[in-house]
């Protein structure tokens, strides 16, 4: 991680320097899902890139929204979205190009609990009873991977983090493939989605839009069994690059 430093003029004319970390990133969560039986073609090799065409793209509320909440243009989305999809081998093609394989659409917006309370009173007793139901529940629930979750024996640990982010506000992405070939003789034939995203708390989709989607990219036309965190850790490790390397000799050559 790179460090800069900030020097303060100290007493006896001594600067003190104080190293300041690189802001941390949000954790991200990744949902991905294969829709078709041959998931080993829907990923790009170094010599095979994949090609889709950008088709819709819009900005959508999941549950209650929020006043004043920012969001990124959908121009935004997409450019970003596209440098995404490239790191992976997913090249965007235009009117006499390559024949797209791929019809790529997204949306993105927050995504927050729509609940309401309901009052019930006893006839009989007269005690009054206060409930919530929540109407987005099992849309919330997909978007952190709760659903799958659910199907599987988890550590309480894991179970309990899942469930706490199915309880936060949300920021998300969503993305997917369909088969271009089979849109074009207006069939939808899903290949692939992906669900991103973090808790909107200090955080807002327009700064956070970028590593979000590098976050995700990796997992594009793959199955993840479970919910997938990638944290600032992570994100380092895919992030280094080796260079050619040097003998350095153990002393000084002479001037």
Not at 46 to 62: A, C, F, K, N, S
Not at 164 to 191: C, G, N, Q, S
Not at 214 to 234: C, I, K, N, R, Y
Request: with cysteine; net charge neutral.
């Amino acid at each position: 991680m790179r460090t800069s430093r900030v020097c303060v003029a100290g007493p006896v004319a001594t600067l003190v320097c104080a190293a300041t970390k690189k802001p941390v990133g949000p954790d991200v969560l990744v949902v991905s899902d294969v829709l078709v039986e041959a998931p080993a073609s829907l990923r790009p090799t170094p010599d095979t890139p994949i090609y889709y065409v950008l088709i819709g793209g819009m900005e959508r509320t999941l549950g209650d929204s929020i006043a004043g909440e920012k969001m990124p243009k959908r121009e935004e989305v997409a450019r970003k979205l596209m440098t995404a999809l490239a790191t992976q081998g997913f090249q965007r093609t235009q009117v006499g190009g390559p024949i797209p394989t791929l019809a790529i659409v997204f949306t993105y917006g927050s995504a927050n609990d729509s609940a309401m309370e309901v009052s019930d009173t006893d006839p009989d007793s007269g005690e009054t009873t206060t409930s919530t139901i929540t109407f987005n529940q099992r849309e919330i629930a997909r978007l952190v991977g709760a659903d799958k979750a659910s199907r599987q024996m988890l550590m309480s640990s894991e179970a309990e983090r899942i469930n706490d982010a199915a309880r936060d506000d949300r920021l998300y992405v969503f993305i997917a493939a369909l088969d271009a070939v089979a849109l074009a003789k207006k069939e939808k034939k899903p290949l692939w989605r992906t669900r991103i995203s973090i808790e909107s708390r200090r955080r807002t989709l327009p700064e956070s839009l970028a590593v979000v989607l590098a976050s995700a990219a990796p997992h594009f036309g793959t199955q993840t069994d479970l919910t997938v965190f990638v944290e600032d850790g992570d994100r380092r490790r895919t992030d280094v690059q080796v260079g050619t390397p040097v003998v350095i000799p153990s002393t000084p050559p002479a001037p």
